[in-house]
């Protein structure tokens, strides 16, 4: 049981760059939550997905888009990167709002 | 609107007991409180549910005082292990998302 896996671990791109996060969990869980968190900051919400085909924004979409095709996969992508996306991102997944999270390892990107 | 948590950062001896506070300007339905080493990924410490029990493990327990809209934390007899970020998320019923605060530092020192 994996639990939840987040490729890369690490990432830089130039100015104007596309790029996909990829996230993918094992226990079977309808919740899935994309986060960023920069340096000595809380998490922020980038997009959610309560199930296969349903995604819907969180408070900072601006610049990333998401898919949920399957219950375990719910990359999100990066166009046109800038160095505002410059953060670790978190996935995540759950039961629902009233059952805990799971988190992934991160991946962190830098954009230069 | 992102809860407030309280203290921003606090320093304690080992043993020490420590009570972190998170605040909403929303009537909340769950609080969440997560723990994050530096590097790592948040850890899940407990769930409280509007009109639940107040929960708690070991030496971890907290609190939900859903008029105030707020959550306590407590640590007791605070380890080494205790150090690190700590993080409310607050949930209101019918929405699927959490809403995560501030953070609270904590540093343990021998």
């Known amino acids: 049981n994996a639990g939840v896996t987040q490729t890369p671990k690490f990432r830089i791109l130039k100015i104007g760059q596309s790029m996909t996060l990829q996230c993918t969990q094992d226990m079977n869980h309808n919740y899935m939550y994309w986060y960023r968190q920069d340096p000595g900051m809380g998490l922020k919400l980038i997009y959610y997905s309560v199930g296969a085909g349903i995604t819907d924004k969180g408070e900072v979409p601006n610049g990333y888009n998401v898919s949920r095709s399957t219950t375990e996969d719910f990359p999100l992508r990066l166009e046109l990167a800038a160095p505002s996306q410059t953060s670790v991102y978190f996935c995540a997944s759950s039961y629902s709002q009233q059952y805990e999270q799971y988190f992934g390892p991160g991946t962190r990107l830098t954009v230069t | 609107q992102q809860p407030v948590q309280s203290p921003q950062a606090v320093i304690l001896r080992e043993g020490e007991d420590a009570v972190i506070n998170c605040s909403s300007s929303k009537a909340l339905y769950s609080v969440h409180w997560y723990r994050q080493k530096h590097g790592e990924a948040p850890v899940f410490l407990m769930i409280?549910?509007?009109?639940?029990e107040q929960k708690g493990h070991e030496k971890i327990s907290a609190s939900f005082n859903e008029k105030k809209q707020q959550s306590s934390l407590y640590l007791t007899a605070s380890q080494l292990s205790y150090s690190g970020t700590y993080f409310c998320g607050t949930g209101d019923f019918g929405n699927e998302k959490l809403t995560f605060g501030t953070g609270t530092r904590l540093t343990i020192i021998p």
């Open positions: 409280l549910l509007k009109g639940g």
